[in-house]
């Protein structure tokens, strides 16, 4: 790791230091103390990895590490948290589980750590500080990776003379980064192309697709979703929790997902963060809509087929008023929490302050994890994204990033996320496969809405639903 790893490799040779205890000074030579981290299971976890010789010398700790698949991650966590087994001691916990567990009493506050020890949530982008990491006005997490969709196209081949020409003649308008959904439809539609066919220079000798979007039911609700915001859908009344998914902007939206499935890999319903990463960075794909680590991957030439040749735009919008209205829809992105049944509440707080203040630039700036910026200061250290080819090139990769994250539109964190969004899947899944129509999979998905919003008390949800959308507004975050 870059000059962090050097300066951990040289602490570890130091013989002994102190660390900050409740209320003083203890010496690190302490007996060594065993923490489980719950997490799901791949690059995420690596910074565990990376730093365990260092937890053990600084704070005492050896860290264990146990990895859950991605999709598995909830009912996982929530079935130790429910038989009070105290299995793990920290949990990588994506913030559409924080409502809900903290509720329950699973997550330990952090209030009183985070007075000893600043978590600098100043430096934190509003959307993860103030929405993502907190519930009831208490600190239950801290961020650890910031998500926001961003749209990554095949720049050599927008900017290709041929194709510009093709297109041109086609279409009646200049091949470009297509910023508007209309645009985004033509162009994946444009490139999606039969083997034996040519794309650029090459000719294929597999199909190359337009686009593709991730398919699975726990995230293809945003994937619908940045077309539902960026046309004014919400996800509730707010008077009455009534669902909203289901009117005209709703089908509207999906009616379109289902258009644009046909420009995609035929299982694009069964299509993940992987498979679309590497449909993508394999070059068989024009562009798509990911998460910030796909553009550093990208750049990287031991996971990608096509370095120099991605560009990074905001996700596409609609036109009002002559302007490009477009929402980025903010799904996943991991906290860092302590279960409420930690022996070592306090060790296990530096642990996560560690990883959260002290090493997150390194690890949101390599290809290695797939941890993104969200920390102001992120942004402003372009040198330190070594995977590009020049700062300049980082930087454009960290502008387009943020130009999302200003237009972010925030996950559901109520308690209950975590079903509605599922149900939502299930029923957009059916819709895009043609098992029924995108009017009668959203009515269904809003019938399963109530059903969820009454078993768990309409009018404490109705008010956790006014006061997350009243923090939305004054982030800048909701209309």
């Known amino acids: 790791m870059k000059k962090l790893m050097i300066m951990m490799c040289l602490l570890i040779l130091i013989p002994s230091f102190t660390v ?17 981290v719950m997490g799901d299971a791949g690059h995420n976890l690596k910074p565990f990895e990376w730093y365990n010789d260092t937890f053990k010398e600084k704070f005492g700790v050896e860290v264990k590490i146990i990895g859950v698949p991605f999709g598995e991650l909830y009912e996982k966590e929530k079935v130790e948290f429910v038989a009070g087994t105290g299995a793990f001691d920290l949990a990588i916990v994506f913030p559409k589980f924080v409502g ?14 985070a007075q000893k020890l600043d978590p600098k949530l100043e430096d934190v982008t509003p959307g993860y500080r103030d929405f993502y990491c907190k519930f009831g006005g208490k600190l239950y997490a801290v961020p650890f990776d910031g998500d926001v969709l961003n749209l990554y196209y095949r720049k050599d081949l927008i900017e290709h003379p041929a194709e510009k020409a093709a297109f041109k003649k086609r279409f009646g308008y200049n091949l ?14 444009f490139f999606t192309r039969k083997p034996g066919q040519k794309v650029g220079d090459e000719t294929r000798d597999r199909p190359f697709y337009g686009t593709a979007f991730y398919g699975q039911k726990d995230q293809i609700f945003a994937w619908w979703g940045n077309g539902f915001a960026s046309m004014g859908g919400v996800w509730f009344d707010e008077r009455d929790m009534k669902p909203m998914i289901n009117t005209k902007i709703g089908v509207d939206a999906l009616e379109y997902t289902k ?17 679309l990463k590497d449909v993508f960075l394999n070059g068989d794909c024009a562009m798509v809509i990911q998460w910030p680590c796909v553009g550093k991957k990208g750049a990287d030439p031991s996971q990608s087929k096509i370095v120099g040749k991605i560009g990074v735009g905001h996700v596409p919008g609609v036109k009002r008023n002559g302007e490009i209205y477009y929402r980025a829809l903010m799904p996943c992105g991991r906290t860092l929490a302590i279960s409420a049944h930690s022996k070592y509440p306090w060790k296990a707080y530096q642990i996560l302050h560690y990883l959260s203040v002290e090493t997150s630039i390194d690890d949101v ?16 250290k372009p040198e330190e994204y070594e995977m590009f080819a020049s700062v300049e090139d980082a930087k454009i990769y960290l502008e387009g990033v943020q130009k999302n994250m ?6 559901l964190v109520i308690p209950g996320a975590v079903e509605y969004e599922e149900a939502l899947g299930v029923q957009l899944m059916k819709a895009i496969a043609g098992e029924v129509s995108a009017r009668d999979a959203l009515d269904a998905a809003a019938k ?29 975050l909701w209309d």
Request: hydrophobic share 30%; glycine share 10%; proline share 5%.
């Open 20 to 36: 900050l205890g409740g209320g003083g000074k203890k010496e690190a030579a302490e007996k060594i103390v065993t923490l489980t």
């Open 259 to 275: 258009e644009l499935a046909k420009y995609c890999p035929p299982d694009v319903l069964a299509y993940g963060y992987e498979e």
């Open 406 to 411: 200003e237009k972010g539109y925030p996950e």
């Open 100 to 113: 809900e567990f903290a509720q329950a009493g699973y997550l330990l506050p952090l209030d009183e750590y």
């Open 365 to 380: 700036s390599t290809a290695e994890t797939g941890l993104d910026p969200y920390r102001y200061s992120h942004f402003q």
């Open 176 to 189: 470009k980064t297509p910023e508007t959904w209309d645009e985004y439809m033509d162009v994946a539609k």
């Open 448 to 476: 399963e809405w109530d059903a969820i919003t009454d078993r768990l008390g309409r009018d404490k949800q109705k008010k956790l639903y006014q006061s997350l959308v009243g923090g939305w507004r004054k982030a800048g």
